[in-house]
């Protein structure tokens, strides 16, 4: 992320904040149809990745669930789609299954490849 540092600040605060709201289970699930809608590209990279086809992990289960922040006027602002419950996931996310049961560890290389493109 190119922004300024207190807007990190404000933006890591939002997450945990976020976090905190979605261990209660506040924001509904809309599914990754939804999300196709607008983000093609991640779908039909996730839709044929072990995530889709082994693990059961669709977008929200790692984006967080979508039903206060999908809306275009939230998700186009970061900050207001944090708010709104979207996850951008850490490595520690990630190591909740990978390193464990014969899934491979986690690494810098590997969190790279988590959509097989480049977006932008
Ligand atoms: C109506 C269109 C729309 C829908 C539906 C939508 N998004 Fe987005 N999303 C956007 C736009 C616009 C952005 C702003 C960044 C960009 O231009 O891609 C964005 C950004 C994002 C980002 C990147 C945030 C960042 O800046 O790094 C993630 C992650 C994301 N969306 C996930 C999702 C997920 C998961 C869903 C489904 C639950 C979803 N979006 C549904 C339009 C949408
Ligand atoms: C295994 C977890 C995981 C799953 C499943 C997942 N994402 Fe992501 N996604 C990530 C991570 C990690 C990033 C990169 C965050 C960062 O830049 O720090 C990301 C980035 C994005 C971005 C920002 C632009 C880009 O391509 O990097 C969008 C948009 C997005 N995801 C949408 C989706 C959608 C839509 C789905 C479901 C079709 C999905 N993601 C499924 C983990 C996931
Ligand atoms: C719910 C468990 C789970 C979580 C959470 C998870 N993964 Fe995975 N991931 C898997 C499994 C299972 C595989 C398949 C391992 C195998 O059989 O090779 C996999 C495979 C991958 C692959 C290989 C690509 C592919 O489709 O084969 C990448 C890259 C990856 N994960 C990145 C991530 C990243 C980055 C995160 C965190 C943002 C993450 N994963 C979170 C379970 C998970």
């Not at 708010?83 to 049961?101: D, M, Q, R, V």
């Amino acid at each position: 992320m190119k922004r300024v540092p207190l807007l990190l600040l404000l933006v890591a605060a939002l997450l945990l904040l976020t976090v905190g709201s979605l261990a209660n289970g506040e924001h509904a699930k809309v599914g990754p149809e939804r999300c196709k809608m607008c983000h093609a590209i991640q779908y039909n990279s996730w839709v044929k990745s072990k995530h889709a086809t082994v693990a059961k992990l669709n977008c929200e289960g790692c984006h967080g669930n979508g039903g206060d922040y999908w809306h275009p006027n939230i998700m186009k602002d970061l900050p207001k789609a944090k708010a709104a419950g979207l996850i951008l996931p850490t490595k520690e996310f990630c190591s909740k299954c990978h390193g464990k049961n014969g899934v491979p560890a986690m690494t810098d290389a590997l969190f790279a490849q988590v959509h097989a493109h480049k977006a932008k």
